[in-house]
């Protein structure tokens, strides 16, 4: 059972406009939302994080919004940049017994077209 | 920064071989994790270990093994390999936060059995 879905295998979007990337989640116990950025033959790098006490949180061009009664979470991109094309993972976590592990979504193929 | 390496980029090894990755992490974190990446798979956790000796099946722990003998070492073991075992192979350390866990990758190993 996937705990953490992004239904949108890809997304296409032109250079200077808004990248909305989605996530849904299953768990209510997740408390804890991070975004990975990653581009082909390197590992994924950590974007921006968002705790279940806010829903909003902002890092320059990135912002990722949090919905718990939806549970939904979004990242903006503003502008969007051939640089920022990547794939996109979502992951959540949750503190359980003191033990956390992180669960990924499949991830979001981000391409910018220049 | 955090840091963590892998020891190899890319790999080639012949069905059957017994196969090591090794993933060495600098910043004295309990908790590492190993993944696969496969597209349209995302990213599948494989085996994890939050303490020297101490290692936990993940998700797909079938095929492999792990051994974690020092704190900043974490290895992961095809005990045979099998061409369904190609794969982007993503080593992970873990950080607790003041509100959650933020993983830190090696660069991956992209292996491949022929």
């Known amino acids: 059972d996937q705990q953490v879905k992004q239904n949108s295998p890809s997304l296409s979007v032109q250079e200077g406009r808004i990248s909305i990337l989605n996530c849904d989640y299953t768990n209510s116990m997740f408390d804890y939302f991070l975004w990975y950025k990653k581009y082909p033959a390197e590992g994924p790098t950590f974007l921006i994080s968002?705790?279940?006490?806010?829903d909003k949180n902002e890092d320059g061009r990135f912002t990722v919004f949090l919905n718990k009664s939806a549970k939904h979470l979004s990242l903006h991109i503003v502008p969007s940049q051939p640089g920022d094309s990547a794939v996109y993972f979502c992951?959540?976590?949750?503190?359980?017994?003191?033990?956390?592990?992180?669960?990924f979504g499949k991830g979001t193929k981000l391409t910018v077209n220049p | 920064d955090v840091k963590v390496t892998q020891s190899s980029r890319y790999l080639v090894k012949r069905t059957g071989e017994k196969v090591f990755l090794e993933c060495v992490q600098d910043?004295?974190?309990?908790?590492m994790f190993w993944y696969r990446q496969d597209p349209g798979l995302g990213l599948r956790l494989i085996y994890f270990s939050y303490d020297v000796k101490m290692k936990e099946k993940g998700d797909i722990p079938e095929g492999y093994s792990v051994s974690r003998e020092k704190k900043e070492r974490f290895s992961l073991i095809l005990e045979s390999a099998s061409t369904n075992q190609t794969s982007m192979y993503l080593c992970a350390s873990y950080r607790r936060r003041a509100f959650g866990t933020e993983a830190f990758f090696g660069q991956g190993t992209r292996l491949t059995v022929v």
């Open positions: 992951a959540a976590s949750a503190r359980q017994g003191g033990s956390e592990k992180l669960v």
């Open positions: 910043m004295d974190h309990e908790n």
């Open positions: 968002i705790s279940s006490i806010k």
